[in-house]
């Protein structure tokens, strides 16, 4: 049985990434939560990029942050969706918007993702004079970022860093999980199975192979989401982008799935509820 409860939204697949149309494509489809990569530029304003270096996005070779809000780069008019190979994404707009043009554009729908110190102070600053405490969710990989941006607004959710996702894969293993305090309430993780079909099969060794199948049997587990699920902590899986990906992240009991596909997501979503009905 597939039970989807929502989906999440990166962006590349559909329009350039990280744009404003990108975003609005993506709600309209019913998409629930936005996931940006924000940066302090040179002037000291919050833009929504992937990418720190622009030469990928824009051709131009330069840091983001050593640029002032009206010397940024357009995109590209074609770029590389990087989890789907061979395949590109397009669009008209192709500047590279404000944080605040975001929350202004989509006031009702959560946002994640921070990176460094400053940056922190800016978002939590612009989230609170649009109140949206509520709705946004710090993010980042790092456990020393992480406890930087909860120290400085502990009102925003916080998602868990890559040294408390292994802590929590150990205390599933040793079955001491139910009974730890947890202050996260989301738990995002990569599918590494994914890893396989993005590499070309004859460039990877068998260890990478061997690391790649160990990191999915270890992550990928039901009764790990069951357990985060019931202490109400949601779990994102990214990023997927085919029919039997979205399928097993559900059946495996994810609360959502980060994809360049909104539609594709979108189209199997309303699939199931038309079976179901």
Known sequence: MLNVNFNVFTGPGENLENTVAASQYAVSLGTDVLELHGHIIKDEQVVVSHDENLK???????????????????????????????????GTDN?????KEVFEAFPNTPINKVNNNVLIKK???????YRLEHITIWDNSSYKIAE????ENSDIPILFSLQR?????GLFFTGLLPFVPIREQFFEIPMPAIILKLKE???MSRSQKFLVWLSDTLLMKKALFDLLTARGIQVYIWVLNEEQEYKRAFD???????TDNSIKLNNLFIYFLFKKG
Do not use: W
């Open 252 to 258: 495996l009991g994810a609360t959502g799935v980060m």
């Open 56 to 90: 990928r996005s824009t051709g131009v070779n330069i840091n983001i942050t050593d640029l002032k809000y009206h010397e940024l780069p357009p995109y590209l008019d074609k770029l590389d969706v990087t989890f789907q190979r061979a395949y590109h994404c397009e």
């Open 201 to 203: 099969p004859h460039i």
């Open 95 to 99: 500047r590279i918007p404000l944080l």
């Open 165 to 169: 996702v292994l802590l929590i894969l």
């Open 123 to 129: 978002v939590s600053e612009l989230v609170k004079q």
């Open 148 to 151: 930087k941006c909860y120290k």
